[in-house]
Nanobody, 122 residues
Framework: QVQLVESGGGLVEAGGSLKLSCAASGRTSSTYNMGWFRQAPGKEREFVAAILWSGDRTYYGDSVKGRFTISRDNAKNTVYLQMNSLKPEDTAVYYC???????????????WGQGTQVTVSS
């Protein structure tokens, strides 16, 4: 089973950038499809981005398209989320997750990290 640890969250002003990392460990971690989700207080968990295990295919939620980029380095067993042009509404806890099946639904992802807080000030 794979274990996931997110890092890179913090406080940033609107219009700024952050890069989140998700370090995976465990057997065959590089063969998992990976996703990023976020959850703001009082709101449901929201799909942000996903990437195929090979890195050849990516998906994005409508609210982040054109601003966020998901990537992975299988040699380092790490997935990244580059977030540009951040808005106050991007404030949330960001989670990375691993799945055998690439998808945008949270239920498809069996393993989750502990989350990292991103706060965007106006």
């Amino acid at each position: 089973q794979v274990q996931l640890v997110e890092s890179g969250g913090g406080l940033v002003e609107a219009g700024g950038s952050l890069k989140l990392s998700c370090a995976a460990s465990g057997r065959t971690s590089s063969t998992y499809n990976m996703g990023w989700f976020r959850q703001a207080p009082g709101k449901e968990r929201e799909f942000v981005a996903a990437i195929l295990w090979s890195g050849d295919r990516t998906y994005y939620g409508d609210s982040v398209k054109g601003r966020f980029t998901i990537s992975r380095d299988n040699a380092k067993n790490t997935v990244y989320l580059q977030m540009n042009s951040l808005k106050p509404e991007d404030t949330a806890v960001y989670y990375c997750a691993a799945s055998d099946v690439l998808g945008v639904q949270a239920y498809r992802y069996k393993t989750w990290g502990q989350g990292t807080q991103v706060t965007v000030s106006s």
